[in-house]
Nanobody, 114 residues
């Protein structure tokens, strides 16, 4: 089970930090990711971090967003800086276990005003 939090309303250029706490499973073994879905658009990958700490980012957020994980707290974070109106979306966290089992959080709304 994944519980995401930290969304909200922010002005362009501002920052937010999303958190996602996982329960059940072995968090440290899982690939953790953040996805987002804007109205009328498909859900897309924002950032992902492997169990070993390797990261990858969508081109649109690279250099502005940072994904990190704290295995002791079963938590993955998404630090979002220099936010733009086009970052407005519902953000979902995702876990992918080595078995292939995947889980989604409930989503948290991020709205960036111009």
């Amino acid at each position: 089970q994944l519980q995401a939090s930290g969304g909200g309303l922010v002005q362009a250029g501002g920052s937010l930090r999303l958190s996602c706490v996982a329960s059940g499973g072995i968090f440290s073994n899982n690939v953790m990711g953040w996805y987002r879905q804007a109205p009328g658009k498909q859900r897309q990958l924002v950032a992902r971090i492997t169990s070993g700490g390797s990261t990858n980012y969508a081109d649109s957020v690279r250099g502005r967003f940072t994904i990190a994980r704290d295995n002791a707290k079963n938590t993955v974070y998404l630090q979002m800086n220099s936010l733009k109106p086009e970052d407005t979306a519902v953000y979902y966290c995702n876990s992918l276990a080595p078995s292939g089992l995947t889980a989604w959080g409930q989503g948290t709304q991020v709205t960036v005003s111009s």
